[in-house]
């Protein structure tokens, strides 16, 4: 079945640096989401993509789907303590319009102060 | 406006009962999507309501089951359970479906013992 993967797993960053995760799909994206869950919390909506190549910006996040939407990444520029928490990227439109999301595993972010 | 409740945050049951889990959708929200989410599977689908039928189903036993009703509001149920049905269930609705972003609610942690 269909795959959504996200690397890297963890990531420990200090205060100020860059960070980026990655989101790869086995088969043809439809639409990709994105997420972020705190620590001890659930997923929030942060954005949604729909055209190749589209370039989403919110504040110091960078939102990026790929040419062949297969792939679809999230960088974040100077990090902030707030920043703490994991990354979800989720397929939204390959199942039609039914309400299903195939999430990939996440990625996680530590930020030291 | 009120966000996604589910009912109730926290639950232990005993291996082979059965338990049921509420949610309440956002005023309007007509889809209602059920997840499950543990440490070593991730986010996983288990399925989705809209307008009182249930649109999609994910990979999971027949012990997993769900209805929405006309307000819609949605339960989930789960019988005879196992001690792998531990986690966090999270149910999210949307106004249509795929197009707009899912509001999650903030769970409820299902313990077997």
């Known amino acids: 079945g269909q795959q959504v993967m996200q690397i890297p797993q963890y990531q420990h960053v200090q205060e100020g640096e860059d960070f980026t995760t990655y989101c790869n799909s086995s088969?043809?994206?439809?639409?990709i989401q994105w997420y972020k869950q705190r620590p001890g919390g659930h997923p929030v909506f942060l954005i949604q993509l729909v055209k190749s190549g589209e370039v989403k910006k919110q504040k110091r996040l960078t939102f990026q789907f790929g040419e062949a939407k297969k792939n679809s990444s999230l960088h974040i520029t100077a990090t902030q303590t707030t920043d703490v928490g994991t990354y979800f990227c989720a397929d939204s439109g390959s199942s039609g319009n039914t309400g299903k999301l195939i999430f990939g595993q996440g990625t996680t972010l530590q930020v030291k102060p | 406006k009120a966000g996604v409740t589910q009912t109730p945050r926290y639950l232990i049951k005993t291996r082979g009962q059965q338990v049921t889990l509420s949610c309440s959708p956002i005023s309007g929200h007509r889809s209602v999507s059920w997840y499950q989410q543990t440490p070593g599977q991730g986010l996983q689908f288990l399925f989705e309501?809209?307008?009182?039928?249930?649109?999609n189903k994910g990979n999971f036993p027949g012990r997993f089951s769900g209805r929405q009703f006309s307000n819609s509001r949605s339960e989930m149920n789960v019988s005879t359970l196992e001690l792998g049905d531990s986690a966090l269930y999270l149910c999210?609705?949307?106004?249509?479906?795929?197009?707009?972003?899912?509001?999650f609610g903030s769970g409820t942690r299902l313990t077997v013992v």
């Open positions: 088969t043809t994206l439809s639409n």
């Open positions: 309501y809209f307008s009182e039928t249930q649109r």
């Open positions: 999210a609705s949307s106004s249509s479906g795929r197009n707009y972003g899912y509001t």
